[in-house]
C-alpha cells in the first residue's frame, strides 16, 4: 500500500543533527526516529508524552499536529481509511493555525505538501472506504540546518 523509499541518495542523509539533539526535547527527536522508520503509533506516543506536559501553546499546537499526522497513517495500516481521513484533515487545520512556515527545524510547507501527495486520495469520494488504498510515498521528515526559538 505504501513506500518508504529510503534507497534515495537524498534519504541517506540523517535526518537531523547533533546540535538538533541538543537544541530540542527527547521526545520530538525520537517521535522522528519512529515515523522515518514507519513506526507510527509509536511515534505519536513519543510525541504525546511531550504534548502532554508543560509545553507553550504553538508548541503544543506543533505537537498535536505531528501526532495526528502519524495517526493518520497508522489508521490506513489497521484498515480505517475514514478515521485517516480525519486526522490528516485536523493535522492540515492545526498545521494552518500555526501560521509559519517552519516550526522546530521541520519545514511545515515541505511536510504538509509530503502529506498531500500521500494522503490526497482520502478525499477522492465521499466515503474513502469505496477505494482501493493506491500505492503512495509515506513522508519523510528531515529537519532544516538552523535550530529555531521554540515556546
Do not use: C
Not at 500500500?1 to 537531523?16: A, G, K, S
Not at 537544541?23 to 513519543?46: K, R, S
Not at 502529506?115 to 532544516?144: M, Y
Amino acid at each position: 500500500m505504501y513506500t518508504q523509499d529510503n534507497e534515495l541518495v537524498e534519504n541517506r542523509q540523517p535526518p537531523y543533527t547533533d546540535a538538533h539533539i541538543a537544541a530540542y526535547p527527547v521526545e520530538y527527536m525520537a517521535g522522528i526516529d519512529l515515523y522515518n522508520a514507519g513506526e507510527f503509533h509509536a511515534a505519536h506516543d513519543a510525541w504525546e508524552d511531550r504534548w502532554m506536559g508543560e509545553v507553550g501553546q504553538q508548541e503544543k499546537l506543533f505537537l498535536q499536529a505531528m501526532i495526528q499526522s502519524a495517526v493518520a497513517f497508522h489508521h490506513l495500516e489497521i484498515g480505517r481509511p475514514g478515521a485517516a481521513r480525519q486526522m490528516y484533515s485536523r493535522a492540515k487545520e492545526k498545521f494552518a493555525r500555526l501560521g509559519t512556515n517552519v516550526f522546530m527545524s521541520l519545514d511545515l510547507v515541505d511536510y504538509q505538501a509530503q502529506l498531500d501527495r500521500a494522503l490526497s486520495w482520502l478525499w477522492s469520494v465521499a466515503d474513502p472506504r469505496e477505494l482501493t488504498p493506491p500505492s503512495f510515498q509515506v513522508p519523510r521528515i528531515r529537519l532544516l540546518p538552523e535550530i529555531d526559538e521554540y515556546d
